[in-house]
Nanobody
Framework: VQLQASGGGLVQAGDSLRLSCAAS????????VSWFRQAPGKEREFVAA????????HYTDSVKGRFAISRDRAKNTVYLQMNSLKPEDTAVYYC???????????????????WGQGTLVTVSS
């Protein structure tokens, strides 16, 4: 499966953005899809995940209540709605997919077989 991340941009603090992760080559509905981000000089960190059932989602604490991950099965796309953006949200955002993953591993990048190319989000203060 190929993943294409898009939707990044330059926004001001408090603004919103919606990132998209479009899958091709295989339906993403059978995959757990997550968003990670990597700021300059920092390690890649987990942001949010949606399990293949679509009913279970998980977030890192710093984005809870501000970000929402969702899936459109008809469009084979997973979204990350980001509201109330902060300068510390600035990073390259990557989507990743795994066919088999357990809850305890969703925050570990090596748990994912497929990665998108990344989209840059810059939040100015």
């Amino acid at each position: 499966v190929q993943l294409q991340a898009s939707g990044g941009g330059l926004v001001q603090a408090g603004d919103s953005l919606r990132l998209s992760c479009a899958a091709s080559g295989r339906t993403s509905s059978g995959l757990t899809v997550s968003w990670f981000r990597q700021a300059p000089g920092k390690e890649r960190e987990f942001v949010a995940a949606i399990f293949r059932s679509g009913s279970s989602t998980h977030y890192t604490d710093s984005v809870k209540g501000r970000f929402a991950i969702s899936r459109d099965r008809a469009k084979n796309t997973v979204y990350l709605q980001m509201n109330s953006l902060k300068p510390e949200d600035t990073a390259v955002y990557y989507c990743a997919a795994a066919s088999r993953i357990i809850l305890s591993s969703i925050r570990v990048p090596s748990s994912y077989e497929h990665w998108g190319q990344g989209t840059l989000v810059t939040v100015s203060s």
